[in-house]
């Protein structure tokens, strides 16, 4: 199967649809507060009006407690929830919408077994819950297991098809397609997602 397109961190009614008019199968939105490409309730109902079941919502959140998932979850109509912060197996737990887990693999390191229906993995920065722009190894992702992963890091037009020809679930990209930190650049865009899914 074709792999999947997810465009996180997006924050403009215009962007969101201008990925799922490219071919995105999933737009990130993210509702951690410190990120630049933060977005407030009202933006994200406003998103998921514009989109309505064109793509699936994901929300993206960072340590957050479970009411503050669960308020956004409900009036965002999300489709799935990422947990890219500490969470533990009490937090994935009782959600009616599927869950990722964001793992930042470094070399050497091992993956931690989670209870998550899909893991997202990123490049490493030990001070950054994602959008670091750092690239995995390819090599570090042919030992793993990608039918249930989605691939993030560093990720690009350029180098999308490298990626996406190992067969992942889905790659994941948000500032390989911007012009400024939440603002997309909509060739980049449709670029990025022609060279991700002609690559099988």
């Given amino acids: 199967?074709?792999?999947?397109?997810?465009?996180?961190?997006?924050?403009?009614?215009?962007?969101?649809?201008?990925?799922?008019?490219?071919?995105?199968?999933?737009?990130?939105?993210?509702?951690?507060?410190?990120s630049p490409r933060y977005?407030?309730?009202?933006?994200?109902?406003?998103?998921?009006?514009?989109?309505g079941s064109q793509a699936a919502v994901v929300g993206v959140f960072v340590n957050s407690e479970r009411a503050y998932i669960d308020e956004r979850l409900r009036a965002a109509s999300l489709d799935m929830i990422q947990f890219s912060g500490d969470e533990d197996d009490a937090a994935l737990a009782g959600w009616p919408v599927p869950s990722i887990i964001a793992r930042r693999l470094q070399p050497g390191g091992s993956v931690t077994p989670h209870r998550a229906d899909y893991v997202l993995f990123d490049g490493f920065d030990a001070k950054l819950h994602g959008g670091t722009g750092v690239r995995i190894a390819l090599e570090l992702l042919r030992q793993l297991d990608l039918s249930h992963a989605f691939v993030a890091g560093g990720l690009n037009p350029d180098n999308v098809a490298e990626v996406a020809a190992l067969g992942p679930y889905a790659v994941d990209c948000a500032s390989g397609v911007e012009s400024s930190p939440g603002v997309k650049d909509h060739d980049k865009l449709r670029s990025f997602v022609k060279n991700a899914k002609r690559s099988r």
Avoid at 13 to 18: F, G, H, L
Avoid at 40 to 47: F, G, Q, S, T
């Fill in 1 to 34: 199967m074709t792999v999947r397109v997810k465009i996180c961190g997006i924050t403009r009614v215009e962007d969101a649809r201008a990925a799922v008019a490219a071919g995105a199968d999933l737009i990130g939105l993210n509702f951690y507060a410190k």
């Fill in 39 to 51: 977005v407030e309730l009202d933006r994200a109902r406003e998103i998921r009006a514009a989109l």
